[in-house]
Every structure is written in structure tokens, then in C-alpha cells.
Nanobody, 115 residues
Framework: QVQLVESGGGLVQPGGSLRLSCAASGISISIYHMGWYRQAPGKQREWVAGILSYGTRNYKQSVKGRFTISRDNAKNTLYLQMNDLKFEDTAVYFC?????????WGQGTQVTVSS
């Protein structure tokens, strides 16, 4: 009964910041690979950032230096801190966990960057 629930999206101006959260239940996230993906209108879902079970972090090239993926194991929550947001960051953002050989997804949270 793995569940992932994203929150924290919203409307933000270019250059602004948002912090997305992904609250997990039915699983302790500490030992699993997790990531953030996004899907913009008319485009396929794309990988944005990942954090491996042993701590390594990786990012899509276009968000390096602006986004930070992290997790709080005590709160069983994954985060994505997004700074210096750009128009092209507009998308629905999804949380993901790779658990026992399968991907699990949240419902997504909308991020809109607009002036």
C-alpha cells in the first residue's frame, strides 16, 4: 500500500522559488531510490532529479545549480527545492520511488512559472 502525495506547487514569478514535498506512506523511504519527474503540456514526462538510497544526487542538466533534491527520513518525506524558476519549469511535478523492482508515483503537483 505504497502511497506518495506531492504538495507545494503553485504559481510563481520567474526567478522565484518553491519547495515541493512528497509525503510517503506504507513504506519507509530511507533505503530506496527516489526521484522527481515533471510533465509539461504536450510533452512526455521527463526525469528531473534523483537521490539514490546511498545518498548520491543527480540532476537534469537544465536544473543543475537551481534545484536541490533531499529527503527527511524522520518525516518520511522527499523534497525538491526549486530556485530561480524559469518559464520552462512549468509542469506537473511527480514524485517517484523505485520499490521492489517497480516504479510508484504520486498524483502530481502543478508548478506554473508566469509573470
Amino acid at each position: 500500500q505504497v502511497q506518495l502525495v506531492e504538495s507545494g506547487g503553485g504559481l510563481v514569478q520567474p526567478g522565484g522559488s518553491l519547495r515541493l514535498s512528497c509525503a510517503a506512506s506504507g513504506i519507509s523511504i530511507s533505503i530506496y531510490h527516489m526521484g522527481w519527474y515533471r510533465q509539461a503540456p504536450g510533452k512526455q514526462r521527463e526525469w528531473v532529479a534523483g537521490i539514490l538510497s546511498y545518498g548520491t544526487r543527480n540532476y537534469k542538466q537544465s536544473v543543475k545549480g537551481r534545484f536541490t533534491i533531499s529527503r527527511d527520513n524522520a518525516k518520511n518525506t522527499l523534497y525538491l527545492q526549486m530556485n530561480d524558476l524559469k518559464f520552462e519549469d512549468t509542469a506537473v511535478y511527480f514524485c517517484n520511488i523505485y520499490y521492489n523492482g517497480a516504479d510508484y508515483w504520486g498524483q502530481g503537483t502543478q508548478v506554473t512559472v508566469s509573470s
